[in-house]
């Protein structure tokens, strides 16, 4: 089976565009790959997090994983943190990335933009991000388009280290489901649905309540007119309500425009809420169970065990060829 290896950051509150672009792929996945999924916690404190917050956030994220159809049991699950091999390797690559590729990230124009002082962890994250993906010598990543840039990176990278020390590495493809992968925010169909909206009416929280979740979408942006049509270039904000309704109810999104023919916004965002509620209660109930039963850290230790031994011995084959003593 091909490898599959992805990770979330534990910062913000995962949201429905989440679950439909990756962690419903990732369930599905597991089943036909070998799987290993990060809570990517290291790469969260390049920016500054509370810690009792990032303690939470971390476990509030695992517990998702699970309570989205991950099965430890049968995918490799862990905090990026719990595996050494990460920092270790990360620091190796980042001297192999050259300052140019680095600047020319626009995540990190994006998200420097404005400051008066940036972390250097914020500068080098993505080669950390290859060290991520090259540990486990991962075939495909599951990646959104804002992430492709750093993909690219990897594979410069693990192209530059195989051509210097010899073939190591095995060179990355990017995983991109050809459904559902690009959820827009509900107040600005231009932008992806995003957990670090400033705007909480942006996006729906995978752990919103039905009454919360029905509020969002009641004051969802819609286009001119009241046509529900899918019409991505001349309604973009209709016609991302109307994925969001075919991703939650599997139905067409043909069968949706008949359905809703001459009816207008309200009686389609109403039945739109009531779809999400739907799909997110049963996960809800499931991610409670998960958090009251005390085998989360069970869980999360055996998966890190897992990946560690795989991880090592991927560092030691780069700190022999790297000319590094072992022992």
């Not at 993906?133 to 690219?152: C, M």
């Not at 499931?286 to 090592?312: N, P």
Request: glycine share 6%; hydrophobic share 40%; proline share 5%.
């Amino acid at each position: 089976m091909k490898r599959v290896l992805s990770g979330m950051q534990p910062s913000g509150k995962l949201t429905l565009g989440n679950y439909i672009g990756a962690l419903k792929n990732f369930a599905e996945l597991q089943h036909t790959h070998e799987c290993y999924f990060m809570i990517v916690d290291l790469h969260a404190i390049t920016v500054p997090q509370e810690p009792a917050a990032l303690r939470e956030q971390s476990e509030a994220v695992a517990a998702l994983y699970i309570a989205a159809g991950i099965d430890p049991a049968k995918s490799t699950m862990f905090l990026q943190s719990h595996v050494r091999q990460h920092a270790e390797l990360g620091w190796m690559l980042t001297t192999l990335t050259y300052m140019g590729e680095l600047e020319r990230m626009t995540q990190f124009k994006d998200k420097s933009a404005g400051k008066e002082s940036v972390g250097a962890g914020l500068f080098t994250y993505p080669s950390l991000m290859a060290a991520d993906i090259l540990l486990y010598n991962a075939d495909l990543v599951p990646v959104g388009d804002d992430q492709k840039q750093h993909l690219e990176l990897t594979r410069d990278l693990a192209h530059r280290f195989n051509q210097r020390y010899g073939e190591t590495f095995v060179i990355p493809e990017p995983y991109i489901p050809q459904v559902g992968a690009r959820i827009m925010s509900l107040d600005d169909a231009s932008n992806k649905m995003s957990k670090s909206n400033p705007n909480q009416g942006s996006f729906i929280a995978l752990l919103d309540a039905p009454d919360v979740i029905r509020k969002k979408i009641s004051r969802a942006v819609t286009d001119s007119g009241r046509e529900v049509k899918y019409d991505p270039h001349n309604k973009p904000e209709v016609s991302n309500l109307i994925s969001i309704y075919a991703q939650c109810s599997k139905k067409p999104i043909a069968e949706i425009e008949a359905l809703y023919d001459g009816q207008g916004y309200g009686p389609f965002k109403k039945d739109l809420a009531e779809q999400v509620v739907a799909l997110l209660e049963p996960l809800q109930e499931r991610y409670r169970s998960i958090r009251e039963s005390g085998e989360l850290h069970s869980a999360l230790r055996q998966g890190a065990e897992r990946a560690a031994e795989q991880a090592e011995k991927t560092l030691r084959e780069v700190k022999e060829k790297m000319g590094f003593i072992l022992f």
